[in-house]
């Protein structure tokens, strides 16, 4: 089985990507901050990191790049809803700073799941 982190401060949205990807097979992890991401990942080993940009005590590029630091095989993908509002071009950074796709929030099943298999194939390969 297939293992995503996925890493959102916001309850809700852990919720539902939990739902969409465990309802297709994926085995999923969750994190409310970057520090606990990085707890996780010093634990173990996911075949993708689902990345939310504006996080507290740690945000989404700083953990970007101290994954980066120790993997390049873990795929990321970066998620965000704060973009547009702030007028910045975050997603974009999270490109830069070595996402593998991105993915601007609000975003519906099939789009993720959609990503999410085209980064490292189906839940159960």
Do not use: N
């Not at 982190?5 to 852990?14: E, F, G, Y």
């Not at 789009?111 to 298999?117: R, W, Y």
């Amino acid at each position: 089985m297939k293992s995503v982190l996925v890493v959102d401060d916001d309850p809700s949205i852990r919720a539902l990507i939990r739902l969409y990807l465990e309802s297709t097979g994926y085995g999923v992890i969750e994190a409310a901050d970057g520090r606990r991401a990085m707890a996780v990942l010093d634990g173990q080993a996911v075949d993708l990191v689902i990345l939310d940009i504006f996080m507290p005590e740690m945000d989404g590029l700083e953990v970007l790049q101290v994954l980066r630091g120790h993997s390049e095989s873990c795929k990321v993908m970066a998620i965000s809803g704060g973009s547009a509002k702030i007028g910045m071009d975050l997603l974009g950074h999270a490109t830069i700073f070595g996402a593998d796709a991105v993915l601007e929030k609000p975003f519906g099943e099939a789009t993720l799941l959609g990503k999410v298999a085209g980064l490292i194939g189906p839940a159960a390969e």
